[in-house]
T-cell receptor
Framework: KAGVTQTPRYLIKTRGQQVTLSCSPI?????VSWYQQTPGQGLQFLFE???????NKGNFPGRFSGRQFSNSRSEMNVSTLELGDSALYLC??????????????FGPGTRLTVT | LAKTTQPISMDSYEGQEVNITCSHN???????ITWYQQFPSQGPRFIIQ???TKVTNEVASLFIPADRKSSTLSLPRVSLSDTAVYYC??????????FGTGTRLQVFP
């Protein structure tokens, strides 16, 4: 099976712009979660989608949003970018929703740099 | 949400066994314990998961005492390629998982 794919792998944006990141889960997986990783804050949960519905949301401002399509592919959007949004954004897929007892498969991430 | 505490860093030498302990005093009845490994600029990779007692796979062993308030990840005969950050997570079916700071393992030749 192909792994989780994320596009683009690298992105440079300017403050105030918006960005859309894409994630394709492993075939057959219907749950997709997004995480932000920074040196200062570590790995932080953004949100989780299952069957096109957001099931869980982390403690991030409303500038961070996401959605999931009928084919389980997911996108996340960050509007009005700030310098502090520079991070590695990771997508993870699993066969079922909820992450406590299901293995998550992570993609390689999208490295976003905001200048 | 169960919070975990693990050492910030550990050093080891090739060929040695490494044991990383994670404390999770507030673990709930339905919580599972999961360990992930992460290399720089890559996504975390699942290592092992358990609920109670001992779990072993081809990569590691996970020891969970009866009270489940802690767990120990055991890596047998580590190599340089095991240098990474190791995360202990505790959660349930519906929880959002908290990764914490992880343990940075450095393996020396």
């Amino acid at each position: 099976k192909a792994g989780v794919t994320q596009t683009p792998r690298y992105l440079i944006k300017t403050r105030g712009q918006q960005v859309t990141l894409s994630c394709s889960p492993i075939s057959g997986h219907r749950s997709v979660s997004w995480y932000q990783q920074t040196p200062g804050q570590g790995l932080q949960f953004l949100f989780e989608y299952f069957s096109e519905t957001q099931r869980n949301k982390g403690n991030f401002p409303g500038r961070f949003s996401g959605r999931q399509f009928s084919n389980s592919r997911s996108e996340m959007n960050v509007s009005t970018l700030e310098l502090g949004d520079s991070a590695l954004y990771l997508c993870a897929s699993s066969s079922e929703p909820g992450q406590g007892n299901h293995e998550q498969y992570f993609g390689p991430g999208t490295r976003l740099t905001v200048t | 949400l169960a919070k975990t505490t693990q050492p910030i860093s550990m050093d080891s030498y090739e060929g040695q066994e490494v044991n990383i302990t994670c404390s999770h005093n507030n673990i709930a009845t339905n919580d599972y314990i999961t360990w992930y490994q992460q290399f720089p600029s890559q996504g975390p990779r699942f290592i092992i998961q358990g609920y109670k007692t001992k779990v072993t796979n081809e990569v590691a062993s996970l020891f969970i005492p009866a009270d489940r308030k802690s767990s120990t990840l055991s890596l047998p005969r580590v190599s340089l390629s095991d240098t990474a950050v190791y995360y202990c997570l505790v959660g349930t079916y519906t929880d959002k998982l908290i990764f914490g700071t992880g343990t940075r393992l450095q393996v020396f030749p």
